[in-house]
């Protein structure tokens, strides 16, 4: 759980910008849609600021984008008429802040990993100014605004990279666009922004010299893990942020006491829950719905969604779990088995290359190798159950739906389309026949050939 420290006890309204056509995503789906571990990027910063209880959020956004409005549901959705910049899009959201008078923050959609405590500074940090901005300082500023500070600190301006100046492209203090804005003024300094720049755009960047006019000076604050406010442009943005989250998913985990031999291979899912003295070898995925108990041994190389995992269980090397995969305790899962929409019962062993789909499997069975469940008809699925302590064995086809009796006998390379009576042997292959001398017969044959 997130543990921050607020200071200003005034009431408080978020605004969140998603309206940008995000075409340098160069995707059909809606940028601030994109997943990061599992969960769309707007979602992560909803859940951020709803942390800083305030009394609004509003999500700005384009009159086409349903699928974001739903998304953001149950905040308030503002409609930004025509993607003109920034600033417009906060302009959008003035009839529902309705002369809201109180701290303004303002955060990006594109930007969704800034951490509550850092929010939460940069609200406390405002003041008397009327507004503060949040600005770090990046090694390779390139594409961000940038912040021309006086020597006390104060912004003078925030120039967009296309409207900088040779000199001023050389400043490395970014605007992360957050910014936490006096309510009392917010209305009047938006109405007079002007779009007279290199895109022809209303830009939010022009408040600092609009508020000076006023008298009212705009303050910096600076995060100094610029990994928290990378914004999104590109698709190789979205990988770092992946990254950048991963990581932090990772180092929660292992403070949690999830041990991880090389947590860099490690993707966890915004929603995977691992209990303490969980081991996980490298090159693991979790996608979404998984949560593991305590005491299960993970090995190298697996792949796991939608899947409970009970305590004592060792799942892999290359094992795959699919949703509804449900593995009792003591299982064991090997090398190349999958496991789709089945109940394992405790101690069960799938040791080997195996398909386990739709089956409710008691407790210890030993499902040999190349045995495999024939679940599908080419139409529909059907089920296999197999009582405790049956036998299967290896390349057997269960073809379902079929029912196997407690500690039933399944001759190995048997194809299986009749139930089996519990501690009975089914057998379904061909008799053996054994011809004594007939290989050494043949050879000699073909080698007397050979030589004439
Ligand atoms: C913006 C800032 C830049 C800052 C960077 C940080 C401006 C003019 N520039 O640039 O100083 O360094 O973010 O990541 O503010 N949006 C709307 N309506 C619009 C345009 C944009 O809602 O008409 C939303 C977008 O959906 C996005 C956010 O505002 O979530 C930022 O827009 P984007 O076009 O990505 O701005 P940047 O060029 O990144
Ligand atoms: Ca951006």
């Known amino acids: 759980m997130n ?26 789906t809606d940028k601030v849609l994109h997943m990061l571990a599992g969960k769309p990027m707007i979602k992560w910063l909803l859940g951020t600021l709803a942390q800083l209880s305030p009394e609004k959020i509003i999500v700005v956004t384009a009159p086409d984008m349903e699928e974001v409005q739903a998304a953001c549901a149950p905040h308030t959705i503002a ?26 923050l303002i955060a990006l959609g594109d930007c969704p990993l800034v951490s509550l405590q850092t929010f939460s500074d940069l609200i406390d940090s405002r003041g008397d100014a009327g507004f503060s901005v949040l600005g770090t300082v990046m090694n390779d500023p390139t594409g961000y605004g940038r ?79 610029p990994s928290e406010v990378m914004g ?13 989250l991963q990581n932090r998913l990772r180092h929660e985990a292992l403070l949690d006491g999830v041990q991880m031999v090389d947590p860099a ?14 081991m996980i070898e490298p090159n693991v995925f979790f996608g979404s719905d998984v949560s593991v108990e305590a005491g299960v041994h993970i090995k190298a190389f697996s792949h796991i969604e939608g899947a409970y995992i009970k305590s004592g269980a060792i799942i892999g ?76 064995g290896s390349n057997v086809n269960l073809v379902a739906p079929i029912t196997v009796g407690e500690s039933a006998f399944l001759a190995a390379g ?28 043949y050879r000699a044959g073909k080698e007397k050939k050979g030589l004439s």
């Open 79 to 104: 409609i930004q008429q025509e993607a003109n910049g920034t600033g417009g899009a906060v302009k959008a959201a003035l009839s529902v802040l309705d002369g809201f008078d109180g701290d303004v």
């Open 317 to 392: 090397p290359f094992a795959r779990l699919r949703p509804g995969a449900d593995i009792g305790e003591d299982v064991k899962v090997g090398n190349f088995v999958e496991v789709k929409k089945s109940t394992i019962g405790k101690g069960s062993k799938i040791n080997h290359l195996a398909y386990v789909g739709d089956c409710e499997m008691g407790e210890n069975v030993n499902f040999s190798a190349g045995a495999i469940t024939v679940n599908y008809d080419g139409y529909d699925k059907h089920k296999t159950i197999i009582g405790a302590g049956a036998m299967v």
């Open 232 to 244: 999104c442009n590109t698709k190789a943005d979205l990988a770092v942020l992946e990254s950048v």
């Open 265 to 278: 291979t490690v993707y966890f899912n915004f929603d995977t829950k691992i209990a303490p003295g969980v």
């Open 147 to 225: 912040l021309v500070l006086d020597e006390q600190g104060i912004v003078q301006k925030i120039v967009e990279e296309k409207d900088a100046s040779d000199e001023e492209r050389q400043i490395q203090i970014i605007n992360t666009g957050v910014f936490c804005v006096d309510g009392k003024y917010l209305a009047d300094w938006l109405g007079k922004i002007e779009p007279s720049n290199a895109q022809g755009e209303y830009y939010l960047t022009d408040l600092p010299k609009i508020a000076a006019c006023d008298g009212k000076i705009c303050s910096a604050i600076a995060t100094l893990d």
């Open 414 to 441: 048997s194809t299986l389309s009749k139930d089996v009576p519990a501690d009975a042997l089914a057998v379904a292959r061909e008799p053996v026949k054994i011809h004594k001398g007939w290989a050494a017969k």
């Open 3 to 28: 543990e921050y420290i607020r200071m200003s006890k005034k009431p408080l309204a978020c605004v969140v910008l998603a309206a940008g056509k995000g075409s340098r995503m160069k995707s059909d």
